[in-house]
């Protein structure tokens, strides 16, 4: 059992949790991520741990109202409590100094790319940060990134913040410019990481994404989480979840996302229809 | 007449019927449909008859082929002179978990191997006695909390809530030692627990069994990984632990490396039966998914393949076939696993081995190739090692693919834990006799250290580790 510290909405379906988990909070490292269950029955839902605090013993995730089980841990309020908190799980990012650093994240994949970026940050490189989403109200943490990146970049589909278009075209914008990077760090919906690292690969900038696969115990147990990289067969809740974009075979790992789509788009509907009838 | 020394030692005389009492179980028609346990249990009245066929030999080589050494003669004569709940007893003595044990444990390589009775008819059904006496104690509620010393104040934590774990943390309580025994998972067993179906052991005699260990004072924290949240150095630093007992399994699963293995519908072993078990993705309503699919083609031939395969089954598989590289003889798994499978309509293809999952068009998995396989010469293991027949492809239409060839052990603590020296293939490196690793204060045992093995296994380098973690303690302070 954790407690809901607090709740607050960062855009519509998209909310920031900060939960008690002083064991976490103590022993996380950026790119690492927690399991939660909302309630006893539910589903366990992977979450990137988007910030902590040692000291007062929290952690915080970001989550995007997507299936039934996001749902309902979107219902749960201050003061609740989730049944099961489990982590910190994953590989830590390899942070060290690489000069200058550029993140690229799509919707709500800023909230994995914030922690890093900061360490990335607070290790001595110069950090861009190129921030996307459909239209203004769906961006989030668009001030606090602003606090300490040294440029942050905007694009929206609408046009209504930044950069008409995608995150890519504001990439190549820089390209153009002649600007150079050492590390670049891709975080967002898997079609979107990987057409940005194939552009960012392109230019020649070692590139790192965040994959968001399926997974169930997030310990190395289920293997539902693999994913090719190299030829190689890796589970992502215990090699990753970060990988370098190169050795990335996207095809299938993109394919396997989709397996339960059927099952998910019942379940989101009846849990919509319990809603409305609540 | 029989001539064995052994033989004309035994004191019950005329020798009995040379047929076990069968159990009575679900119809397999039937069953299928549910998972409700296959197997009823003996009676009181047939187990009393079973019991009555017991030899009771004096050397006993029964006992020799227990891996925690039951005192099989003893409470086979209990039970045959209705002293049930004394039968009971006599088994805790050595085995904390019978209920478990007289269920999954392959008997007919232990104990009913080395049985006289199966030189001329079938061995004595000592795991059917093993199971009849521990329910009969569970069914009255009738469990003995076994005694506990006083408190030593001595502090050991436990890695894994397996059989391995759950063993070393009752010997560990009953000694007087406050025990705390930390799981990854939000739920305990292990295996137990996540892996063996309902239908084979029943969830709820693993729950009693963790009742009973925390009313002998044993804590447990589910939700936290050893290594990750809190590292091993942590645990065992000023104002923590004195001891680490590491059970946590050989939870890794392997896959073939075959093309097509990403396919939807390709799921390992523990996979499948993690969604089924642990996530009750079979009930209506559930929150966890699973593909069930029409036709199921299960790879392996060991006791996690025949779970998978007759999962499928009550999943609502139309067709469940189990895949094999080697031959019927060869199969790992227990015999009532293979029987029981059978029984249900499972279909059995043996020296077949997969080369490549078939996709359609739209990622989801359309079938299996494979090539037929004969037997070779035996190996180092004295097993045949099969090897491919050229040009024998053939495919097998299905539409889940599910993989049962074996685990590796679980990472997560030699991952975070340098000093503690792993194999080639990454299991602990610790004594056999006694559970000690490299590291001092830091003991392992069951599948983290042998590989994929046995229940009974796991439980006893529990319990030896739990005598040698005394021992070192005894030593200090
Ligand atoms: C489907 C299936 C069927 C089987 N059938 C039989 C059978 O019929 N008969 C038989 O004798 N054997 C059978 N086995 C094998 C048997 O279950 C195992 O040999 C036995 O469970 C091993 O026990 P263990 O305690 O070593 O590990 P496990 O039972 O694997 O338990 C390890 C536990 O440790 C936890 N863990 C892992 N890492 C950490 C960590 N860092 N921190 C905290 N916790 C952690 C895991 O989540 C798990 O709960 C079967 C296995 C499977 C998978
Ligand atoms: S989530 Fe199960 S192995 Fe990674």
Redesign the pocket.
Known sequence: MSQILRKEKLAPDIFRMRLSAPLIAASRHPGQFVILRATPDGERIPLTIADACSEAGWIEVIVQVAGAGTMRLSRLRQGDSVADLVGPLGQPTRIKRYGRCIGIAGGVGIAPLYPIAQALKAAGNSVTIILGARSRDKIILRSEIEGWADEVLLATEDGSAGRKGLVSDVFLDLARQGRTFERAVVIGPAAMMRAVSKLTLGQGIPTVVSLNPIMI?G?G?CGGCRVEVDGKIKFACVDGPEFEAEGIDWEPFMRRLRSYQDFERQTRERESCRLMNA | MPTDERLTGSRREPLGPVSRVPMREQEPAVRTSNFAEVPFGYSDEEARIEANRCLGCRKAPCVAACPVAVPIPTFISQISDGAFAAAARTIRQANSLPAI?G????QEDQCEKECLRGRRGEALAIGHLERFAADWERRGGRIEAPARKPETGRRIAV?????????AASELAKEGCSVVV????HE??????????EF??PKAIVRQEIADLEALGVKFVRN??????ETVDRLLGPDGFEALF??????LPAFLGIPGESAIGVYS??EY?TRSNLMKAYQAGASTPILCGRRVVTVGG???AM??ARTALRLGAEVSTIVYRRGEAEMP??AE?VRHAREEGVVFRTLANPVAVIEDGEGFVRGLTCLQMELGEPDASGRRSPKPVPGSEFEVDCDIVVV?IG?RP?P??SSTTPDIRVSAKGTILANPADGRTSRPRVYA??????G????????G??KAAARSILEDLAGTR
């Open positions: 115990d310990t147990l | 044990c269920r999954v444990c392959p890695a894994g809530s397996g059989p391995a774990g759950l063993t930390f799981e990854a998972l305990l067993g292990g295996v137990l627990t996540y892996g063996i179906p084979r052991l936290f990984v050893v290594g990750r949240t590491i059970g946590t399994g050989a939870g072993a523990n039966l060991g006791n996690v779970d998978a798994a227990r696993e049962a685990n679980n997560l603590i045992g069951g599948d983290i250290v042998t994929a093995a046995t229940v009974i296994r796991a439980m380098a529990g």
